[in-house]
């Protein structure tokens, strides 16, 4: 135990600079022994005792109001389990943070990576820093990042949209390669601390989460869903001030009772203070009023005069800087709140008076860049820089973890549990008053508006009233009408009073307004998303069902430049795409937006860039425009209007240095055997730290390093690397055969006429040209694997199948092989070709994947053990058995699915795999001094 910060609370305060909250130290160390006074400033025996130890981590719904650090107290919770007791720990070593839009992810990596780094600077010699990962549109190459899946013992914080976490976890990752989907759909789902932040903003999303926890467990006792069950200890925390047991009802959990001690909330010793933090919050002053007939769109000149009037009393009153000037204002839709916004700039440049309060636009369909020079006017200094305050028009992405406050706050029509989360950014801490004081005179106001929906008059036709319905339902979208006109009937209980603590009394309303979907993610579903291989289309399976669900919100990321219009993205521009260039769209958007044809879509390094004319966009693809497509405004966002056309945020990528590139040749010579002892040395490692009670997987593990390379010895794999280097004029090195790794890096090709090393995008292009120059035509792990498969088959001279007797060796058989094939994630369930080259030939059925019936592969000595020469059979590619009675590759998959689960089973193939590739790099290095930490080793 790590005794520089021996309580809970003084690691919370050197870590954010203010003490804990009771429900924190509770989520991070249990509940206080009976007797302890609980007094963080003047804590006794009992309470230091507490507060030194940690807790057991479960899967916790923690409903706390807004403003009580719910991000704080669930990342130190989990930081300081981990690491105060890292030795012995059961916390989860990933801690996967899910949030509903990717203005919160930035946010929440600021605030993460400046806890850390004051953890790091707390005298706390022993602290190994975790790694902070942001997922979501765009790569994060940033050296803390870069590869944090290759490293699956060491501790992470994954911080990510919906969208990219849980398309991850269902093995489908959104602008990924297909190749390592598997990689992250383990780390996912195994030893992973999920934290699904604002629960109420997730739609589908909350469902699907809720059943991958209920998949992820193996327990079989009745108070827990029967699971396909995990490795290591993985549970989900979910976090909202309107969390609802209801909507985390799901199909696994329908019939299932909560734990008592599964909610964490308020202590009642919270709940009645009257003084305090808490209950400034708890109390805070804010008067309601409802306006049903009005919309926000003719509210603009009384939204305007209340400001200032707020502005002159603060004033008046000579209430201090820090109090905000701020009157904010929340739409349901982009284009309402650009509406409003425009309206508003227009009132305040038609007063003939200077200053003027600053006018600000705050929604999700703008660019990283624009959003957040629009988000840095929301920081108090700024704030209080301006005279006449600040006017902020936003929409949803201002209900949660946005951490402001204002003196007034106007909001339309929505359902309750958005209208708690607006609610509370309003006299967010009490600095306007609590316990209904006004203490600047100014008694804080919130307006709730309509929008635009129509009363049912006295009498009207069949037709009429269809007509009125349809047009109601319109007005309240994105929301449902029924759940808006609750609202209305649920605010008239709270008299007039919108304090959280006033807000309690109708929380049984506010947990209904969180609607389950009528669907959810199935078992029979998850399974099939285990498979990667395309189908017959060369499609996959859209999980956006399970992710966003069937609306409009579903995204497309769009992107504009300027190029020359006669010439289209080649291969070189293949992953050159900055986050901050990338505005997410609805799909629906993106559809109806005619000028789409002129851009082209990502569709990874297989296929390249595609024009938009001959593929639709799909949820989570990249979108790239010429910026006169416009359908973008630099001041307002996404606006669909070609006539709105905006700059180019385009920074070409910081090329690396001529020797970085180099490196992406320079993978240094090594034999076969070289390589495999240098993986095996890295899979001991991982073995080591992640598998020390489960001796078949690791004897598996053992068996699939040695075999793993073992097809490179093919001799059309062999003269590949011949051919590369004649063609490229390299001297192959004799002494390393048969090859595992070999170098092209030495080739006159990368040199310019006069004999010297061509430099900048000239280099990288050469280097490009070069690695195509090695084109095996066949598949080393498919020919390892079955090579491996022959060997267990000749060594057992018994049929393989599978037999309760044998069952272990049969399934240590099975895991070794599969891992073999599946080092490079290019075969997992299914052995066969995706696209057959042709198919009507009769010789085409005697191949899969390069390797021909009767492939002959010369012996080998590696990691001093003697591989038999071999010849392969590829009849296990064909469903059942074989013709000597064998079963086929695919049926000893599904039984290692039957007996591990899709979760524990991709989980040991991600380590065979993380291995492989650390081997990869240290060669790479021991060749190169700097190593370019995007290349990819042969």
């Not at 991070?28 to 030194?52: H, I, R």
């Not at 000028?595 to 966009?617: D, M, Q």
Request: aromatic residues 8%.
């Amino acid at each position: 135990m790590n005794t520089s910060l021996t309580t809970f609370a003084d690691f919370f305060e050197a870590t954010t600079d203010h003490p804990p909250y009771l429900w924190q130290c509770r989520l991070a160390c249990g509940e206080p022994p009976e007797g302890a006074n609980c007094d963080l400033s003047s804590p006794d025996k009992l309470t230091t005792q507490w507060l030194s130890g940690g807790n057991s981590c479960a899967s916790r719904l923690i409903d706390i109001p807004t403003g009580l650090g719910k991000t704080a107290g669930v990342v130190l919770a989990w930081l300081w389990n981990r690491r105060q007791f890292d030795e012995e720990s059961t916390w989860p070593r990933r801690l996967v943070y899910c949030l509903p839009m990717r203005t919160l992810v930035e946010q929440t990596e600021h605030e993460v990576m400046q806890w850390i780094s004051k953890v790091a600077q707390a005298a706390y010699s022993t602290f190994q820093r975790p790694r902070v990962v942001i997922l979501m549109g765009g790569e994060d190459l940033s050296p803390e990042a870069k590869d944090w899946d290759l490293h699956p013992e060491d501790p992470a914080i994954l911080i990510g949209t919906q969208d990219m976490l849980l398309s991850r976890a269902l093995n489908r990752g959104y602008g990924m390669s297909r190749y390592r989907w598997p990689m992250h759909f383990a780390l996912l789902n195994n030893d992973a601390l999920w934290v699904i932040d604002e629960v109420q903003l997730m739609g589908s999303g909350i469902q699907t989460a809720r059943q991958l926890e209920a998949f992820r467990r193996s327990a079989k006792a009745s108070t827990e869903p029967l699971g396909m069950g995990g490795h290591g200890p993985s549970f989900t925390w979910y976090c909202s001030a309107t969390a609802s047991a209801k909507v985390l009802t799901t199909r696994e959990w329908r019939r299932l009772p909560f734990d008592d001690d599964w909610k964490i909330e308020l202590s009642d010793a919270e709940k009645n203070a009257t003084e305090g933090d808490v209950a400034r919050r708890r109390l805070a002053t804010k008067q309601l009023l409802s306006e049903n007939s009005a919309k926000a769109t003719d509210k603009v000149d009384a939204i305007l005069n209340t400001h200032n009037t707020l502005v002159k009393t603060l004033d008046d009153e000579k209430a201090p800087i820090e109090i905000p000037r701020r009157t904010l204002v929340i739409c349901n839709t982009v284009d309402r709140a650009k509406e409003v916004y425009e309206k508003l700039n227009s009132a305040v440049s038609a007063v003939n008076r200077d200053p003027q309060p600053e006018v600000i636009l705050l929604h999700s369909r703008f660019r990283p860049l624009e959003r957040a020079n629009a988000s840095a006017k929301l920081h108090s200094n700024y704030l209080q820089s301006l005279p006449r305050g600040q006017i902020v028009v936003s929409t949803q992405v201002i209900e949660a973890g946005v951490d402001i406050s204002s003196g007034c706050l106007w909001t339309e029509i929505a359902p309750l549990s958005s209208l708690v989360q607006r609610m509370g950014r309003h006299n967010r801490a009490g600095e306007f008053g609590h316990k209904g004081n006004a203490i600047y005179k100014w008694k804080p106001t919130i307006y709730i508006l309509g929008v635009g929906v129509k009363a049912a008059p006295t009498k009207e036709s069949k037709k009429e009233k269809e007509e009125r319905e349809n047009k109601n339902r319109k007005c309240c979208l994105p929301y449902d009408f029924g759940a808006c006109d609750a609202a209305w009937l649920a605010l008239e209980k709270l008299n007039s009073d919108a304090s959280p603590a006033n807000l309690s009394t109708i929380h049984s309303e506010i947990a209904d307004s969180i609607q389950p979907l009528p669907y959810s993610l199935l078992r029979h579903e998850l399974l099939d998303f285990f498979d990667t291989d395309a189908n017959l289309s060369l499609g996959f399976t859209d999980v956006s069902p399970f992710v966003r669900g069937l609306d409009e919100d579903t995204d497309v990321y769009v992107l504009w430049r300027d190029w020359e219009r006669q010439t289209a993205p080649d291969k070189h521009y293949r992953g050159d795409i900055g986050r901050n260039e990338l505005c997410s769209v609805p799909i629906s958007k993106i559809k109806d937006f005619t000028n789409r044809r002129k851009g082209f879509l990502w569709l990874g390094k297989e296929r390249g860039w595609v024009s938009a004319t001959k593929i639709a966009p799909f949820p989570g693809s990249i979108l790239l425009l010429p910026c006169e497509a416009g359908g973008y405004s630099d001041t307002l966002g996404w606006t669909g209007l070609e006539s709105d056309q905006p700059s180019d945020l385009y920074q070409p990528a910081e090329l690396p240095s001529d020797e970085d590139m180099l490196s992406i040749l320079k993978s240094g010579w090594q034999s076969i055997d070289e390589h495999t002892q240098d993986v095996k040395k890295e899979w001991s490692a991982i073995a080591n730290a992640l598998l020390s009670s489960m001796d078949l997987e690791k004897q598996a593990g053992d068996e699939a390093v040695v075999w793993h390379d073992f097809g490179k010895n093919h001799p059309r794999w062999q003269q590949a690397v011949a051919d590369a280097c004649e063609a490229a004029q390299v001297t192959a090195c004799e002494d390393k055969r048969p090859w595992g790794k070999f170098d092209l890096s030495e080739s006159p090709n990368l040199k310019n006429d006069e004999g010297q090393l061509l430099t900048g995008k000239g280099l990288q292009i050469a280097i490009f040209q070069i690695k195509c120059l090695f084109r095996p035509g066949v598949l080393h792990e498919v020919a390892s694997a079955l090579a491996l498969r022959q060997y267990h088959i000749d060594q057992k001279g018994v049929k393989r199948i599978w037999d309760e007797a044998n069952q272990d060796d049969y399934l240590r058989h099975l895991l070794s092989e599969y891992l073999v094939m599946t080092h490079h994630g290019r075969v997992r369930k299914v052995l066969r070709d995706e696209i057959p080259i042709k198919p009507k030939c009769a010789k085409a059925l005697t191949i899969v994947r390069g390797i021909q019936q009767g492939d002959h592969i010369p012996a080998l000595h590696t990691c001093k053990v003697d591989l038999p020469e071999t010849t392969l059979e590829i009849e296990c590619r064909k469903m059942g058995r074989t013709d000597d009675g064998h079963e086929s590759y695919t049926k000893g998959v599904l039984r290692l699915l039957e007996y591990y689960g899709p979760f524990r089973l991709a989980y040991l193939e991600m380590l065979l795999r993380a291995a492989d590739a650390r081997a990869s790099k240290v060669a790479q290095a021991a060749s190169l001094s700097s190593l370019n930490p995007g290349s990819e080793p042969f």
